[in-house]
Every structure is written in C-alpha cells, then in structure tokens.
C-alpha cells in the first residue's frame, strides 16, 4: 500500500462546479498534512496546509479526518484557472521530518 | 528574483557524462532537499540535508551524489548518467519539520 494515495483523475467539471478530492495515508502518527497545486512542468506550490479543525481560504476548504486517515480539498465555483495537478503531502513523523507526496489528483475545468 | 533557485533549468546529456544541478536558496532555510518527479510517480526523495555538515539519502539515491557547499546551495550530480534518470528534477527548503516545502522551478534533464 503506497503511503499517500490519491485518484489520479482527470477530473473535468465545469466552471461553477464544485469539486472535492480525497487522499488517505497510511501512517497514523502523520503530523502535518498539505495540498500542493502544481501546473503542468513547473513546481509545486502550497495551497494549503490542512489543520485538525479544518480550515478555509476563500472558495478552497480542507478537511482532516485522523479517524479514517484522509484529507480533503473542496473547491467551489471552480475557474478555468483551477485547472492544475493538486498534490496531498504528509509530513511523516521522525528525526528526518520526511514528506511523502501523492502522485496527484488531475483537474481539468471546462468553459 | 525566485526564493529557491535551480540552475540549469533544461539539460540534454549523453549517457555516461557527468552532471551537476545546482540550487541556492535566498530563505535562510537550514533544510534542503532534491526530489526528481516521473509522470504517475509523483515526488521521490534522492537525498536531503539539514546543515552543512549533514546530508542523507533518500529513497531512491543510488547513482546520484550531493554536495552541500553553504547553507545556502546544495548540489546534485550525476556521476554517469544514465536514460533511466530522465526526469524533472525539484530542490526544495523546509524552515523546520511539519512545515510547508518551497521549490525550485525544477531542472527537466534528459539522458539520450
């Protein structure tokens, strides 16, 4: 079982749609959890970091269930512009602090 | 004038040849990290280092080697390459553990 897993998509929707992805991780001593948008050949940026209580920016919402060991990401009203690869990261406890990223979650927003 | 700086940002190499990327970082982050990326594989570990005088192997390190010159620049070779490490090539710095990355623009580097 890989550490992080995610659909790899595509997902198409279009403008206006609501979105949600998922992604589960194996290890339950997980700390720090992340989403990454990443355009198509350039780096990874941070979208978000991904807290206990859950948390909001604008029309991207990220929940954390420990229980079931999965994050999501909600977009609404999705842009053109949203159209990118989101990556879940989890941060994996040790004196190494050692990301594992998810191959991506591929989304495609239609006019 | 980017945070994490990768040079060169696109190399075409014959197999055998050796080969240096290099990044420097502006964020005064004691934590970098190379990762190479292949379509369906994501992000995978080649080697970090937390300071000058640290640095360990990642996931996948073999035929790859690291040096890190200040707490600003580390750099990564390929002493022969090979076409099997064709890929997108990402260093990143971490202030401190269960903190976020930030990334290079990545190196996209291809063995023929």
């Known amino acids: 079982r890989k550490e992080v897993e995610q659909d790899p998509g595509p997902f198409n929707v279009p403008e206006g749609a609501t979105v949600a992805f998922n992604c589960t991780y194996s290890?339950?001593?997980?700390?720090?959890f992340f989403w990454y948008r990443q355009d198509c050949r350039k780096e990874p940026k941070l979208l978000m970091s991904?807290?206990?209580s859950g948390n909001e920016d604008g029309r991207f919402t990220a929940q954390l269930n420990r229980a079931s060991q999965y994050i999501s990401l909600l977009i609404r009203d999705s842009k053109l512009s949203d159209s990118a690869t989101y990556l879940c990261?989890?941060?994996?406890?040790?004196?190494?602090?050692?990301?594992?990223f998810g191959q991506g979650t591929t989304l495609q927003v239609k006019p | 004038d980017a945070d994490v700086t990768q040079t060169p940002r696109n190399r075409i190499t014959k197999t055998g040849k050796r080969i240096m990327l290099e990044c420097s970082q502006t964020?005064?982050?004691?934590?970098m990290y190379w990762y190479r990326q292949d379509p369906g594989l994501g992000l995978r570990l080649i080697y970090y280092?937390?300071?000058?005088?640290?640095?360990n192997k990642g996931e996948i390190s073999d035929g790859y080697s690291v040096s890190r010159q200040a707490q600003a620049k580390f750099s990564l070779s390929l002493e022969s390459a090979i076409p099997n490490q064709t890929a997108l090539y990402f260093c990143?710095?971490?202030?401190?553990?269960?903190?976020?990355?930030?990334f290079g623009q990545g190196t996209r580097l291809t063995v023929v």
């Open positions: 964020k005064g982050h004691d934590r």
């Open positions: 290890n339950s001593a997980s700390q720090s």
């Open positions: 990261v989890v941060n994996i406890p040790s004196n190494t602090g050692k990301l594992i």
């Open positions: 991904v807290y206990s």
């Open positions: 280092s937390f300071d000058v005088k640290d640095i």
């Open positions: 990143a710095t971490r202030f401190r553990q269960n903190t976020e990355a930030f």
